[in-house]
């Protein structure tokens, strides 16, 4: 498993997270929204740096207001813009993975649920060919999140081979309980090419430091320490956070 972490959750700035990713020997994942936002270095910086550095990419494509599977037309051709934007971006970058959310539905109406997946499989065809590999990400945090549990989002990857999954064990977490980790894992390990591992009380989404929280590592350790893919902590806690689960997963990883 190569290991980074995002720089977007621990709360730093790239000169810090390149710091810590060169000493620690992990990748960046980066937050193409900030890049949106802020006037931070472009790709081919980062990569140049990232060169002299050893340190590798992967890539968190637009979330933040943001739905490929909106009901209104222009609302979901903006996301199809920003999203190809943010595969150019990724591509000059050499990131190893892109990681995408899935959309939202803001009533869970038939006739709604119904268009809103349409919305998501016209946007997910629009992206096609893909530069380079990218994760279809679990949710299922709040009633608004389109895809709920493994077997639908199973049902769309069966659709859409061109993509993989990235489970997201925290997520997983408040959706399903204890199980819920294994049950994604179990029914899309032949998917899995990403991973992201932070922790929470199963009550929401807090980013804790692995090992904090509520996850079942224990019971995850045989499947981590077979994965052959990428794997990026989402953890805050600034510098100890990223600290302190890596050194948690390393010795998971051992025992």
């Known amino acids: 498993m190569r290991l980074g972490f995002s720089p977007f959750n621990a709360e730093m700035g790239y000169e810090e997270a390149f710091r810590l990713a060169a000493e620690l020997g992990l990748d960046l994942e980066v937050p193409?929204?900030?890049?949106?936002?802020?006037?931070?270095?472009?790709?081919?910086?980062?990569?140049?740096?990232?060169?002299?550095?050893?340190?590798?990419?992967?890539?968190?494509?637009?979330?933040?207001?943001?739905n490929p599977a909106s009901l209104i037309p222009s609302v979901r051709a903006l996301a199809e813009e920003r999203l190809k934007r943010a595969l150019e971006f990724g591509e000059a970058l050499g990131a190893k993975v892109g990681v995408l959310h899935t959309g939202q539905v803001p009533v869970r109406h038939p006739m709604a649920l119904s268009l809103a997946r349409e919305a998501l499989e016209k946007t997910l065809s629009a992206l096609l060919p893909l530069p380079f590999p990218v994760a279809l990400e679990n949710l299922a945090l709040s009633e608004e999140d389109l895809l709920r549990g493994p077997e639908e989002l199973k049902a769309l990857l069966d659709r859409f081979p061109q993509y993989g999954f990235c489970l997201d064990v925290g997520h997983a977490l408040v959706e399903l309980g204890p199980l819920g980790p294994s049950l994604y894992w179990e029914a899309l390990g032949d998917r899995l090419i990403h991973l992201h591992l932070h922790d929470n009380h199963a009550r929401r989404d807090d980013h804790l430091p692995v090992g904090t929280g509520a996850v079942p590592w224990e019971r995850l350790a045989p499947r981590l320490r077979g994965f052959p893919a990428t794997a990026a902590l989402e953890v805050g806690g600034n510098i100890q956070g990223v600290r302190q689960s890596l050194s948690r997963l390393q010795t998971l990883l051992a025992s």
């Open 32 to 66: 193409y929204d900030l890049h949106e936002v802020l006037s931070l270095p472009d790709a081919k910086t980062l990569r140049a740096t990232g060169e002299a550095l050893g340190v590798g990419f992967t890539l968190h494509l637009p979330f933040v207001e943001m």
